[in-house]
């Protein structure tokens, strides 16, 4: 990952769909704008590790990044925006995470996070890491050497130490 703690975040766009199903686009930079966000990179919807522990472990401890200050959880992953609220919506997020697609990997490769996953059906993604971001700036970010993996990057580690 080229992206490193004191980095600006760079532009990019993401996709969600809003409270009405319309696909909207929205730049990253906006999102962290004036906020302090832990952005989750997964590498895909529904996969095991994502679904099992790094997605349900920020929702199950969304009280505590509160308490840490945390005004925004996004939930990233190479996905269209439709996959992406579908998932949202099978997790139960709510109003906790907001789930949005990087289905270019416009982002994902802007921060030197893609990962082959061909050999397992599923083309380029991201590799799996949780970033603390303050107004576009990285403050801390833990990246996983395999994105099977959620220890580094859990939200019970993660919170930890911010």
């Known amino acids: ?37 832990i952005i ?4 895909g919807a ?7 522990l790094h997605l349900p472990g920020y929702i199950k401890n969304y009280d505590l990044a509160l308490k840490k200050g945390i005004t925004k959880i996004i939930c990233l992953a190479v996905n269209d925006p439709n996959v992406m609220k579908a998932w949202g919506e099978n997790k139960n997020v709510g109003n906790k995470i907001l789930m949005a697609g990087d289905p270019f990997l416009k982002f994902t490769k802007a921060i030197g996070a893609e990962v082959d996953k061909s ?15 303050e107004n576009d700036v990285v403050k801390k ?5 395999d994105t099977a993996t959620c220890k580094l990057s859990a939200a019970e580690n993660f919170l930890k130490t911010i």
């Open 1 to 37: 990952m080229k992206i490193k703690a004191g980095d600006k975040l760079p532009n990019s766009e993401l996709f969600y769909l809003d409270l009405n199903n319309e696909v909207k686009k929205i730049d990253i930079l906006n999102l962290c704008k004036n906020n302090k966000t």
């Open 40 to 43: 989750l990179g997964m590498p």
């Open 46 to 52: 529904f996969t095991k590790t994502c679904s099992a």
């Open 119 to 133: 050999a397992k059906g599923l083309g380029v993604r991201s590799n799996r890491y949780t970033m603390l971001v």
């Open 141 to 145: 970010i833990e990246e996983e050497k």
